[in-house]
């Protein structure tokens, strides 16, 4: 025999801060199917050639940490998500199994992180982990073309008046 009471009195006393980091989690999780449009190398700079659009470059490694947090926390993120996929063509590249293009791009250290314009001209480039706050002003300065004016410290006094 099923006792339900005692059931319903088990769920009426999980504390409100479990509640509340059950609900928080379900929120701050990017909508189903809500992901980077991540491309290849070779793909992805074939893209941006034919559809003139700015390229994020991101290199990771199957070992970094940092990478794992990148991946976990900014590459989560919704607005990050969907900045990304509006107005770039974002390329992953695993050092450890794309070391030609790793060695090309002169990558010292992971994650690295690198943006293009549309004429494969680096504009821009963020090395380390980025947290997702930092990482949209990055995308904005770039596709804004405000780098080519200003350093990111200027835009960001334009944007905050400090």
């Known amino acids: 025999m099923c006792n339900f009471k005692r ?3 088990a769920l009426l006393t999980i504390k409100p801060a479990i509640i509340a980091i059950l609900i928080f989690g379900f929120l701050a999780a990017p909508a189903s199917g809500e992901q980077i449009n991540w491309k290849s190398y070779a793909a992805g700079i074939q893209q941006a050639r034919t559809q003139h659009k700015k390229i994020f470059l991101h290199f990771t490694a199957d070992w970094c940490g940092y990478c794992r947090k990148m991946d976990a926390l900014t590459f989560k993120d919704a607005a990050v998500i969907d900045y ?61 073309d405000s780098y080519k004016d200003m350093s990111p410290q200027e835009y960001y006094r334009t944007k905050t008046g400090k």
């Open 84 to 144: 990304l996929n509006k107005n770039f063509i974002s390329i992953k590249v695993n050092g450890d199994k794309e070391k030609q293009v790793t060695q090309n791009h002169k990558v010292s250290g992971f994650p690295d992180n690198r943006f293009y314009d549309a004429k494969l001209n680096q504009a821009f480039r963020v090395p380390g982990f980025v947290d997702p706050m930092a990482f949209k002003f990055y995308m904005e300065y770039v596709s804004t």
């Open 7 to 9: 059931g319903a009195t």
